[in-house]
């Protein structure tokens, strides 16, 4: 079992796992780099909301390293770190990233779809040169021109511009298109390009730039000609400490360090854009109806701290500029405070006025909730079913007058008490387990039991049981209807007997054919004896002869009335007896009589290596057959039959999968099919002195009173009686068969 245990815990998780997505993130750069940051943070923003993304991260740290035998090292370890790791997705950021899978795709990631950002100087022909198809991004792309003319609309009277970039792929990039721009802007300022100096060189320079009509475009400095690196704080702040100028950039990692702004590519916005294509890929969306988005995502960004230091303006042309550091206004800085407030206060006015209709509603309520009680109360009352409520513990929560009466308490004496201290314990344990059941199954029940009352009065109760639930969904326990069943029990018992005494006419006709021949023998035993008397023949033996012969007759004669008298006697309670027993004993009453009314009857049992048991009232049981045969024989006598032709009545028992079936088949001729679906229905007949019971009382025995079924048809020109009874069976092997 604890092994079954284990194997099913690991399957579940083996199955949770296999529905994760695996999702791969290659950056360019090394971690603490803001730009790979910024990315980074904004693509598990985006995926904290899907649970089931499972996001791994790789840095190839290449501002610091970035040769071909590194790189050829960097994809033997990710070939051994992933080899058993099939990825959904690979997102890579930054341009040496996506030179890195172009080259080592096939060898790394085979078949598995690519996502891009923070890729500088796109075009399309990046992507057809590629052997793989399974690409899309968001391309990374500074705009140098729009940021030179932020630049000459917030310094109209701007003379000097210097811009200050390195030799790194991104830089090399971005001089590509600064050159364009300085051809087109060098008639209106000067502009001077560096990114050959050295750091000190180049402080210098930027401590000698006049104030009021110079400005620096600050692009990147990672390595000065020295080789001497930097991160991409130091080189900055290293500026900005000398520096009399506003500085303006093109990413926005710069901004916490005393930039002014401008139109920034923002790292953010990259990992943003390329999140959301990833999360559509992960859903099932083919990567190639993804396009690539070629504009890049470039946000107007400012710092209030070096707004207000050299006084600039932002100009109107731009749109809702996002403007970092700014001092919030008393309404501003606590904003949210005011709101929240307004907002509370207006819900408590609301509460307020709520909880005053509510209390009026509640007052209203529970006026019509007392009355609605005390309604409660006399209906319960009024009601002559005993009825009571317990909790789950078996404890009585209530009752109604009906109920007290029954066990001769009152409701303050039965409250808090339970069926042990009312009822018989045998009685008590049975409701008791009944009752477990049901707050286990939260079914209803239906059971019965007949007592004593404390006036030695027996009722015969039914007890219509359910589970009832609390307002707040808990269980609160059971309530139970009791229905007395005495009177109708004992009204269907004196119809029962007054069908027993409908039958008694043809009962007597059955014990005078009974007697006539033991009648007959005995005269002719009594002849006998006289003539041998008068002869003066008569020997001790023969008077012993006489007397043993006679007791003979005399014992079946008695068996005929005792069987004659245990028919007429109602049964009291359901015992087990035997289906062939019940047959034989009917057989011994009336099977002369139908045999002298020229009808052949036969018992045709269909097992033969078993008893067939009924657990019900045999006396009952009985008169159900009696009153068929007789209706039979009767019927079959009304056809007036030749001498030389008999009626016939078969009797079929045997074993079905879920009952034993009793078939009681005569050839007298079908029922008429207008009223053969009324024959059980209470006082019909068609015989002119009929009561109309004897097949009604049939159908209640075998249906009310031992939960069988007892039916009806036509057969060609006989009519089949069947009955069903839940059987008894046992194992037969030293049992005589009595036939």
Not at 129 to 143: C, H, P, Q, R, T
Not at 217 to 224: A, E, I, Q, R, S
Not at 532 to 553: A, G
Request: proline share 2%; aromatic share 12%; charged share 25%.
């Amino acid at each position: 079992m604890r092994y079954f245990l284990l194997f099913s815990i690991f399957f579940i998780s083996f199955l949770q796992a296999s529905q994760n997505k695996e999702v791969l993130l290659i950056h360019s750069y090394h971690k603490g780099y803001a730009w790979t940051d910024d990315i980074s943070s904004a693509i598990e923003k985006s995926f904290k909301e899907h649970k089931d993304i499972e996001l791994t991260t790789v840095y190839m740290d290449t501002k610091r390293i970035d040769d071909s035998i590194y790189l050829d090292n960097l994809a033997k370890l990710y070939k051994q770190q992933f080899s058993n790791r099939p990825f959904d997705l690979i997102i890579i950021s930054d341009n040496n990233a996506f030179d890195f899978i172009s080259k080592y795709y096939e060898y790394l990631f085979k078949d598995t779809p690519v996502l891009f950002c923070g890729i500088n100087d796109y075009n399309k022909d990046n992507l057809e040169k590629l052997y793989f198809k399974d690409i899309s991004g968001v391309a990374e792309a500074v705009d140098v021109e729009r940021n030179f003319e932020l630049i000459s609309k917030l310094h109209p009277n701007i003379k000097n511009l210097l811009i200050i970039n390195d030799k790194s792929i991104t830089g090399l990039a971005v001089k590509k298109d600064l050159t364009k721009i300085i051809e087109k802007y060098k008639k209106e300022f000067d502009i001077e390009y560096t990114d050959n100096l050295e750091i000190s060189d180049l402080k210098t320079k930027v401590s000698n730039l006049e104030k009021g009509n110079s400005a620096i475009l600050f692009v990147l400095l990672f390595k000065d000609t020295t080789g001497k690196y930097f991160t991409y704080k130091q080189s900055f702040e290293e500026v900005r400490k000398v520096s009399k100028v506003p500085i303006y950039g093109l990413w926005d990692f710069y901004l916490n360090s005393g930039m002014v702004g401008g139109l920034l590519t923002s790292a953010v916005a990259q990992g943003q854009t390329v999140s959301k294509m990833a999360i559509e890929v992960l859903n099932g969306k083919d990567i190639k109806d993804i396009p690539v988005v070629e504009e890049s995502p470039n946000i107007y960004i400012f710092n209030y701290n070096e707004l207000k230091r050299f006084n600039i303006d932002i100009p109107k042309y731009i749109e809702n500029p996002i403007i970092i550091n700014e001092p919030r206004s008393i309404y501003k800085e606590h904003k949210n405070f005011f709101i929240i407030t307004i907002i509370i206060i207006s819900l408590l006015s609301i509460i307020v006025v709520i909880l005053k209709v509510n209390i009026k509603r509640r007052e209203k309520l529970e006026l019509e909730l007392s009355n609605r009680i005390e309604f409660d109360k006399v209906l319960l009352d009024t009601i002559p079913n005993a009825i009571y409520y317990k909790n789950i513990d078996g404890k009585f929560l209530g009752c109604n007058t009906a109920f007290g009466t029954l066990v001769n308490s009152t409701r303050e004496e039965i409250i808090g008490k339970t069926a042990f201290d009312f009822f018989p314990e045998k009685i008590a344990m049975i409701n008791t387990q009944i009752d477990k059941e049901l707050l286990k199954t939260f079914t209803t029940n239906s059971s019965e039991f007949t007592f004593y009352t404390p006036s030695n009065e027996m009722k015969h109760i039914v007890l219509n049981k359910a589970v009832y639930k609390n307002i707040d969904g808990t269980i609160g326990g059971i309530v139970c209807i009791m229905d007395d069943m005495t009177e109708r029990i004992q009204q269907k018992q004196f119809l029962i007997q007054q069908s027993k005494l409908a039958e008694m006419g043809d009962m007597i006709a059955a014990i005078a054919h009974q007697w006539n021949e033991p009648l007959v023998e005995l005269s002719a035993l009594v002849q006998d004896i006289q003539i041998s008397y008068l002869l003066n023949e008569l020997k001790d033996n023969d008077v012993q002869s006489f007397v043993n012969d006679s007791m003979v007759q005399i014992k079946y004669m008695s068996k005929t009335l005792s069987d004659f008298r245990n028919f007429l006697k109602p049964s009291t309670k359901k015992v087990l007896f035997s289906i062939s027993k019940a047959l034989n004993e009917i057989n011994e009453i009336i099977g002369k009589q139908v045999f002298y009314s020229n009808i052949n009857m036969s018992f045709n049992y269909k097992n033969e290596n078993e008893e067939l048991l009924i657990y019900g009232y045999e006396n009952e049981f009985k008169q159900v057959l009696l009153n068929i045969i007789n209706n039979a024989k009767n019927k079959i006598i009304e056809k007036n039959l030749p001498i030389n032709k008999k009626g016939s009545i078969d009797i079929n028992i045997k074993r079905c999968e879920e009952s034993n079936m009793i078939e009681i088949i005569d050839d007298a001729g079908a029922i008429d099919e207008k009223i053969i679906n009324s024959i059980f229905e209470p006082y019909f007949t068609t015989k002119e002195d009929g009561m109309g019971l004897g097949l009604y009382m049939a159908k209640i025995i075998i249906e009310d009173k031992m939960k069988g079924t007892i039916n009806v048809r036509n057969y060609k020109n006989c009519v089949i009686f069947t009955i069903n009874l839940p059987f008894k069976r046992i194992k037969n092997e030293n049992f005589t068969f009595r036939r």
